[in-house]
């Protein structure tokens, strides 16, 4: 009997072409185009420029492939780990499968593409068996990783990016398993480190891992045949209270999870456990005329996993205001938006900002929503006055830009131009241009 590894290098092996419909092309490319912005967006930050100054001490400067934002050219490792921290550093990449698969995926492909021209089926087919990878891991494990400590970006990412290399560079079935057990061994990343520069380098760790892993396979490096369900492997590092499922065999049905479980498109950039009451605070905001000094009280009801995933309730840089729901909230209603010109110093020295954080209370419900178990099933938010005066949102299902509640194309584009310099509009939308022309129906 064949072991999980082995299982999954059966699959990233397969030619699975006939499986990836126009739907699923159109969510692949809906992710390069969505994390083209946000890597757009998050080059000037600290920790990109430090990661860069990093790599530009520690790796020769071959030049495969191309940084989105700027004309450099690096080696296709380099370039990828760099593209990844951009794209993760202001916490505005899609998000699925209790992290953000995107962002380790899409840089890793851009940068093979550019290396050897891979498109069309073969991106959209290795970043399917990422994807499935990494939910099929996602899925063996009972209890929530973030309640454990681990970043599944991090953790989860690495396997995904090993998983999509392996099939765009054709490795071989053995190859593949040993690569994925290699993988195994590096796949960590801390919730404790929210909020800092760390969580963007975690999405540049994950990729360099699956590369190294992919690479050491490749040179013939080998891993243990039960590395992911044996007694002592994987997934028991991972579990919890309950022991994880090992048995199951890998893709036991023949669908997809992309098909049900789609990437879902930030709408603000902060941390995706803050949306949807988000969307219910500017929805409140909207309807009733609420005098800001008169609130009271801003309740939020979200599950376990999330509130404890905003740690901040008082943060004092935007990195840590973007892991604050009592920031979230207050920004909502003064501001009317939650949005990159809002995550700023300034806004954090607004005494009114500090009084409203105050007012946020935090309670939490166990029915986990079945799409994303870490959330609960829905999120409600209520705002009193000091007069007793309640207004409530109601249930809120899934945040505006979730795949169930998707943005168009239009507010698409519109969020990638948001996230360049007025002069680079032009040169921005060739770049739309030349990821659309990838996935056209010509490309091979």
Known sequence: MQTLSQQMAAFITAD?????????????????????????????????????????????????????????????????????????????????????????????????????????????????????????????????????????????????????????????????????????????????????MSKPLHAGWAVEYGYSAVELAQLGATASADALEGATGFLTALADKQPPERKQAFNATGEFTINTVKPSV???????????????????????????????????????????????????????????????????????????PVLTDETLKNPLLHRLMQKVTVSTINRPCPLEPSFAFEDEVSIMLDNGQLFDSGPIRFALGHAQLPLMPEQIESKILSCVYPHEQEQTRTLIANINQLFSQNAA
């Open 16 to 196: 699975i072409n006939k499986q990836l419909t126009p739907e699923i092309y159109q969510t692949v490319q809906l992710a390069f185009l969505d994390t083209a912005g946000c890597i757009l967006s998050g080059r000037d930050e600290p920790v990109t420029r430090v990661f860069g100054s990093w790599i530009n001490q520690r790796y020769l400067n071959v030049k495969e492939a191309s940084l989105f934002f700027s004309g450099q050219k690096h080696s296709t490792v380099t370039a990828a780990m760099l593209n990844a921290v951009s794209g993760h550093a202001l916490d505005f990449d899609d998000v699925a499968l209790a992290g953000h698969p995107s962002v380790v995926l899409v840089p890793a492909l851009w940068a093979e593409s550019e290396r050897s021209g891979m498109k069309g089926k073969a991106i959209v087919s290795a970043y399917v068996k990422g994807y499935e990878v990494w939910a099929d891991i996602l899925n063996r494990l009972p209890d929530p990783m973030h309640e454990k400590g681990f970043h599944p970006t991090a953790v989860l990412g690495t396997m995904a990016v090993t998983a999509a290399l392996c099939a765009a560079r054709q490795l071989s079935p053995e190859q593949t398993a040993h690569a994925l057990g290699m993988a195994a061994s590096r796949a960590s990343g801390l919730v404790a480190n929210f909020g800092s």
């Open 266 to 340: 930030k709408k603000y950039p902060v941390c995706y456990a803050s949306h949807r009451i988000i969307d219910g605070v500017l929805a409140l905001r909207q309807k009733h005329d609420l005098p800001l000094e008169r609130i009271q009280t801003i309740h939020a009801c979200m599950s376990e996993t999330t509130a404890r995933v905003l740690k901040y309730p008082q943060p004092s840089t935007p990195l840590e205001a973007k892991f604050s729901l009592q920031f979230a909230c207050a920004a909502a209603l003064i501001h009317g938006e939650v949005s990159l």
